[in-house]
């Protein structure tokens, strides 16, 4: 019985060339309908219903499945994503942020991409953050910038150490309330001072949102504040997740359970719990790799990034292509 699944996470699909912010990452629309093309040929693709469905006793998955996943809710899934998906009679997974909708409010990991891809000169970035830290160094007892920098200053998979070391740092790194201070503060002094208008120009709305489910697209939870909810102690992490679904169920429906996308792919056993409670069955990680139902834990599945897979669309199939094609009959092409 078939079991493997290819899930594929996109953010930003967009043609950013000649556009404010030439640097934003992401697909170009005719990457990603060639990516589509590529992934037709190879892979039958699943929606969130089917994936549901197919979890359910009895249920079963169709040889080489691949489920579309588009985290954070952004207008490009349905200006630019949504009528390639629907030329080519394809369901996908959603998962807005509940807080950047209800409350246009910019995200912190939105702020530090645009902050990123405002300026081609990174070490103005670098020197502004450093600038910051030194304001806040006494009052928040912070290590050197130069200490900082040993530590988090590492080339990433798809990213330059500049880049890694400002989503490392204003991610991850500074005491919570420091890093949307300096955050904030960056994004005033390189992208914006109307936050709002932002906000309402970066993601979609409830009407679009139900539009996109009306079309036949799954829309599933990714949290109301896009915390790192591993942080979060258990009553906090149920207030997150409560509110986020009540979000999503103001959008949709989805009987035989929810399906959640871990904000920075961050989970721990006490969310996995609180998931479980409030009827989510699969849960998306950022672990990368081929999900295979049978074996992992459905509430911690992994995903390929969308440059995990060719641009495209006569590519021949790549190794992560290859490791699933031999699943069901040969691929005739
Ligand atoms: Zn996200």
Redesign the pocket.
């Known amino acids: 019985m078939p079991s493997l699944l290819t899930i594929i996470m996109y953010?930003y699909v967009r043609d950013v060339q000649g556009s404010r912010f030439p640097d934003i990452k992401g697909l170009t629309v005719e990457q990603f309908s060639a990516q589509i093309d590529y992934i037709k040929k190879y892979y039958t693709v699943v929606g969130g219903r089917e994936l549901l469905d197919a979890i359910a006793p009895g249920g079963e998955l169709p040889p080489r499945a691949a489920l579309l996943t588009f985290?954070?809710g952004y207008i490009d899934h349905l200006l630019n994503v949504y009528p390639i998906l629907d030329r080519n009679h394809l369901s996908a997974c959603f998962?807005p942020?509940a807080k950047a909708v209800l409350e246009h409010h910019v995200?912190n990991?939105n702020k530090i991409h645009f902050v990123l891809a405002s300026t081609t000169d990174k070490e103005k970035i670098i020197s502004r953050i450093y600038h910051w830290l030194d304001e806040y160094r006494a009052s928040y007892e912070l290590p050197s910038n130069n200490d900082y920098w040993i530590r988090l200053a590492v080339a990433g998979r798809f990213d330059t150490p500049e880049i890694v070391f400002t989503k490392h740092l204003l991610q991850r790194e500074l005491p919570t309330d420091l890093r949307d201070i300096i955050t904030s503060l960056l994004f005033g002094e390189f992208v914006t001072s109307d936050e709002t208008a932002f906000a309402s120009e970066l993601y979609m709305n409830n009407e679009q949102l139900v539009s996109l489910y009306r079309s036949g697209m799954y829309i599933g939870g990714?949290?109301y504040s896009?915390n790192w909810l591993n942080t979060l102690d258990r009553a906090e992490q149920e207030r997150d997740i409560d509110a986020g679904l009540d979000f999503i169920k103001s959008v949709g429906d989805s009987p035989g359970g929810w399906i959640f996308?871990?904000?920075?792919g961050a989970y721990n056993d006490s969310l996995l719990s609180v998931l479980r409670d409030r009827g989510f069955n699969i849960g998306l990680t950022l672990h990368v790799g081929i999900a295979r139902l049978d074996a992992d834990q459905l509430l911690t599945l992994p995903r390929l990034n969308t440059n995990d897979l060719p641009k495209l669309a006569d590519s021949s199939p790549n190794d992560w292509t290859r490791q699933v094609i031999g699943e069901g009959q040969a691929v005739l092409h």
Request: charged share 15%.
């Open positions: 953010h985290d954070d998962f942020v995200l990991v990714h949290g896009h996308s871990y904000p920075y």
